[in-house]
Structure formats: C-alpha cells, structure tokens
C-alpha cells in the first residue's frame, strides 16, 4: 500500500490575468498572502492596503497573489482585461492578478480546495465566506493563517512581518 503525500502549495499553478501559467513552485521560498478579489465590492478598497504591503515587503519576499472570483453577489463580473485596468488605474495594483476563479463548490480552483482545508475557517468551515478572505503561507509553503474579509490588510502585517 503507498501512501499518497498531501500536496505542497507548490504542487499547484494558476494562469495570469494576463493568460500565462504560472507554477507555484516559483514561489518557493516567498510569503504569500493569497487573497479571492473583486472590484464591486465593499472590501474594495482593500486593494490599497494589499498594494501598501505588497510596496513594502516585496523585496523581502512578500508575494501578494490576487485570485479575482465572481462567486459572492456577482461583484466580479467584468472581463480579465477590465479587472486588470481596474485594479491598476484605481489602484495602483502591481502584485500578481490571476484569472477569475471559484472558490467554492464543485469547480473550486484545486489551490482553493486545498487553502480552505490546510487553513479552515470558523467552527472549522471550508468554503469560503466572501471576497478578500485571505491565506497566509509561510517561506516554507506552509498555510500559516486564514483571515477573514473584515481583517484589513494593515491588521495582517506584525504577522507578516515574523515570517520575512
């Protein structure tokens, strides 16, 4: 009988908003901050706060990855090239954007399927709640903290901080 390892957050690869594929493994030896996006919602305006982070750390090794997902009241409808306009003329937005994704149910992106089960939320939930949930993951690949969407980006940064 072999048994089969859990996969790695590197095991796994998105496809840019720009269509590129990306494997994760390129991102070995970062911390990610892994945040479900949309750009009509009232967290919205946490884009800036993910880019003040983004700004401040990137050159020690924080990688912010924006997952645009239409799931939570349709607030994500737009196009990949509206979203990527969006976030950059409103919000100054330089960290990696994917293609939208789901980020629940049967056609979960598989890097959600598993964040939402190395990482689960309240009483031990899976699904994802709303827009801007975010997933903390260590240099080591390991999903270190799920935060919810009312945790501004500000609120995650001591943590943040202890893993660089």
Excluded at 21 to 36: A, C, G, M, P, Q
Excluded at 62 to 87: D, K, M, Y
Aim: net charge neutral.
């Amino acid at each position: 009988m072999t048994t089969q390892l859990a996969p790695s957050i590197y095991d796994f690869s998105a496809t840019t908003i720009e269509g590129q594929s990306i494997n994760f493994s390129t991102y070995k030896d970062k911390v990610l901050l892994i945040v479900n996006t949309a750009s009509q919602c009232g967290f919205t305006p946490q884009y800036q706060g993910l880019q003040a982070l983004y700004e401040k750390y990137a050159d020690r090794g924080l990688v912010i990855l924006g997952f645009p997902c239409n799931q939570f009241g349709q607030q994500e409808p737009g196009s990949a090239s509206e979203i990527r306009s969006f976030c950059e003329t409103r919000f100054g937005v330089t960290f990696p954007l994917f293609q939208k994704v789901d980020v629940n149910g049967k056609d979960a992106h598989p890097l959600f399927q598993y964040l939402t089960k190395a990482a689960p939320g309240l009483f031990g939930t899976e699904t994802v709640k709303w827009n801007f949930t975010k997933f903390l993951v260590d240099r080591n690949g390991k999903v270190v903290e799920r935060y919810p969407s009312l945790a501004k980006p500000e609120d995650l940064e001591k943590a943040i901080q202890k893993l660089l």
